[in-house]
């Protein structure tokens, strides 16, 4: 069975810092993996996805993240946050081939200025 | 585009109580999930409809938790009778995928929030 590992429960960040989460993810064959974002009393938002090709995927809100194989990774990346990524991030994967997602336990980040 | 709309936003009940949520997906998604997002953790599928018919309830407590989709397009999720651990966000999601490979992303609705006391 697929799971998906997010180690940090919460990350504080200065504004304008740099950042990233991560996540690590369990599954036999290559998965489709996927990061979400839900503000407070919104429903998820894809950040972004990746299937197949290149490892390094852009996303929205000048996130990219990385997948690799070696670590199966899929770690998210911003180089520069501001006040409104203050959020609950979740990554997620599915099987190939398939949308039924499978979410890690989420990873809550803070915005200091 | 309008998106996925869900109700009641918010529902407190006691347990043992029934409770009904309801979910209109955007117009022309063919599948639609509920997830439950029980607080501290990611979201997890309860079931998942193909146009009318369930694809997948693996996860679904059918002892208790049941969920329809007449006619393709509005969905329902009951729970009868809750109990405590029941307490969650319940979030329902729409995509346009019909068959082949999954290239669209699902799009979520902002969530019923229950608690059950």
């Known amino acids: 069975a697929q799971s998906v590992t997010q180690p940090d429960i919460h990350i504080t960040v200065s504004e304008g810092a740099s950042l990233e989460l991560r996540c690590n993810y369990s599954?036999?064959?290559?998965?489709?993996l996927f990061w979400y974002v839900q503000s407070p009393g919104q429903g998820l938002q894809l950040l972004l996805k990746?299937?197949?090709?290149?490892?390094l995927v852009q996303g929205i809100k000048g996130f990219e993240a990385e997948f690799k194989r070696s670590q199966s990774s899929f770690n998210l990346r911003k180089p520069s946050v501001h006040w409104s990524d203050a959020a609950e991030y979740f990554c997620?994967?599915?099987?190939?081939?398939?949308?039924?997602?499978?979410f890690g336990t989420g990873t809550r980040l803070t915005i200091i200025p | 585009e309008a998106g996925v709309a869900q109700s009641p936003r918010y529902k407190i009940i006691e347990k043992r109580q029934s409770v009904a949520f309801w979910c209109n997906p955007i117009?022309?998604?063919?599948?639609l999930y509920w997830y439950q997002q029980i607080l501290g953790q990611g979201p997890k599928l309860l079931i998942q409809?193909?146009?009318?018919?369930?694809?997948?309830d693996s996860q679904l407590p059918k002892d208790r938790f049941s969920a329809e989709r007449l006619k393709g397009v509005d969905s329902t999720l009951k729970i009868q009778p809750a109990k405590l651990e029941d307490s969650a966000v319940y979030l329902c999601?729409?995509?346009?995928?019909?068959?082949?490979?999954?290239?669209?992303?699902?799009?979520f609705g902002s969530g019923t929030q229950l608690s059950v006391l």
């Open positions: 997620a994967v599915a099987p190939f081939g398939n949308e039924k997602l499978t």
């Open positions: 999601a729409s995509s346009v995928r019909d068959r082949g490979p999954f290239n669209e992303k699902l799009f």
């Open positions: 599954y036999g064959a290559t998965p489709y």
């Open positions: 409809f193909q146009n009318n018919g369930v694809v997948d």
């Open positions: 990746y299937f197949s090709g290149d490892t």
């Open positions: 117009s022309g998604h063919a599948t």
